[in-house]
């Protein structure tokens, strides 16, 4: 995380390469929603976002 504020959040995110033999794509993702969105700092930082798909 390089900025947080109570309205902001700036930070470098990361994952594997997309490998077509072991991660299979069922659907599109339409859209991230704040619907239970939640950021928590328990001596990590925690984020959970919901993906509409």
């Known amino acids: 995380i390089s900025e ?3 309205t902001q ?3 470098m ?3 594997e390469k997309m490998d077509h033999q072991r ?3 069922y659907t599109y993702v339409k859209a991230a ?3 239970d ?3 928590e700092h328990n001596g990590i ?3 959970q976002v ?3 798909v």
């Open 33 to 35: 929603t704040y619907y």
């Open 37 to 39: 969105l939640k950021i």
């Open 9 to 11: 959040l700036r930070a």
């Open 50 to 52: 919901i993906f509409d």
């Open 13 to 15: 995110v990361f994952g």
């Open 4 to 6: 947080i504020t109570e």
């Open 45 to 47: 930082w925690q984020g």
């Open 23 to 25: 991660h299979r794509i």
